[in-house]
């Protein structure tokens, strides 16, 4: 009797460790994918920013030789209009639908409405608005919790930003780079 008691409790551990174990894993997924998400709604927003515009950035104050400490930096990658894109990019998450990889169990975030209006491939998406409401709010958590390292990012960077920044610096993709590259 005593071992079926011991049995049942450690059947009963088990099952609350894995379920925790996925939990975890769940919560790192939709922070990656949001992550990823947020890199791909701005690296698409700069580029929709004519790359002629520049702003003038810098100390209006004159030195006391006379000299002005100004310089001129596209507008696409400057705080000020960086700042601005990330006010809103969070909202474009309901455009994300989610995929689970069969082999990995592993959940991923996919654009599901393009953004020319062609019709996409919509068979691998789960449409889901407590997925998209979760994925909106893990953006916003991403957001404003890296919002300099996100800033300094997009002002510098201008290759690889979503493994630099989702991996490597903020470790919200600690399996990302096992994870294959996608293009939106």
């Known amino acids: 009797m ?8 450690s059947s009963v551990f088990l099952c609350l460790l894995l379920g925790l174990s996925q939990a975890a894993r769940q919560g ?6 949001a992550c990823r998400a947020l890199v791909d709604e701005m690296e698409w927003a700069i580029s929709q920013v004519d ?3 520049m702003i003038q950035t810098g100390s209006f104050r004159i030195n006391p030789d006379g000299s002005q400490s100004i310089r001129e930096v ?15 990019v969070c909202e474009r998450m309901e ?3 989610e995929h689970t990889d069969s082999s990995t169990n592993r ?13 996409m491939d919509l068979s691998e998406a789960t449409l ?14 991403v957001a404003e919790q890296n919002e ?9 960077e201008t290759e690889n930003v979503k493994d630099k920044l989702c991996s490597k610096r903020t470790d919200l993709c600690d399996h990302a780079l096992k994870m294959a590259h996608d293009e939106l």
Do not use: W
Request: with cysteine.
């Open 128 to 141: 889901d608005s407590r997925v998209t409401s979760s994925l909106k709010f893990a953006c916003e958590t």
């Open 95 to 97: 455009d994300y639908g």
């Open 2 to 9: 005593r071992e079926a008691a011991l049995l049942l409790a």
């Open 28 to 33: 790192q997924d939709i922070r990656c994918g």
């Open 107 to 119: 959940k991923s975030y996919i654009r599901i409405k393009s953004r020319s209006g062609e019709p």
């Open 51 to 53: 790359p002629k515009k």
């Open 148 to 156: 300099d390292e996100i800033i300094e990012f997009f002002a510098h």
């Open 74 to 88: 596209p507008l696409a990658r400057s705080e000020g209009n960086l700042l601005e894109l990330m006010e809103n």
